[in-house]
Nanobody, 124 residues
Framework: QVQLVESGGGLVQDGGSLRLSCAAS????????MGWFRQAPGKEREFVAA????????FYADSVKGRFTISRDNWKNTGYLQMNSLKPEDTAVYYC?????????????????WGLGTQVTVSS
């Protein structure tokens, strides 16, 4: 199993940017798909973005398409989520997840490993 630790969250103003990182330990990260999910208070955890193990294909929720970019550096065992043009509705705890099957998925249940999350707060 892969251990994941998110970082980079914080407080930012409407229209600002943040870059989240997901540091992975374990030999299987480079062959695992990676996803980002988020959970706002009182809401279910929802899909944000996912990337193939090779980095060759990415998927985004409609709500973040064009504003967020998912990427990864397998040499560094790290994944990233660049978030631009942030809105108050992006406020949530953001989680990264890894899936041994290298193909990305938008479904939470498809992922084998999860980090503890990092808080992102966007003020209006």
């Amino acid at each position: 199993q892969v251990q994941l630790v998110e970082s980079g969250g914080g407080l930012v103003q409407d229209g600002g940017s943040l870059r989240l990182s997901c540091a992975a330990s374990g030999r299987t990260f480079s062959s695992s798909a990676m996803g980002w999910f988020r959970q706002a208070p009182g809401k279910e955890r929802e899909f944000v973005a996912a990337i193939h193990w090779s980095g060759d294909s990415t998927f985004y929720a409609d709500s973040v398409k064009g504003r967020f970019t998912i990427s990864r550096d397998n040499w560094k065992n790290t994944g990233y989520l660049q978030m631009n043009s942030l809105k108050p509705e992006d406020t949530a705890v953001y989680y990264c997840a890894a899936r041994r099957n290298g193909s990305p998925s938008i479904r939470r249940v498809s992922y084998d490993s999860w980090g503890l999350g990092t808080q992102v707060t966007v003020s209006s």
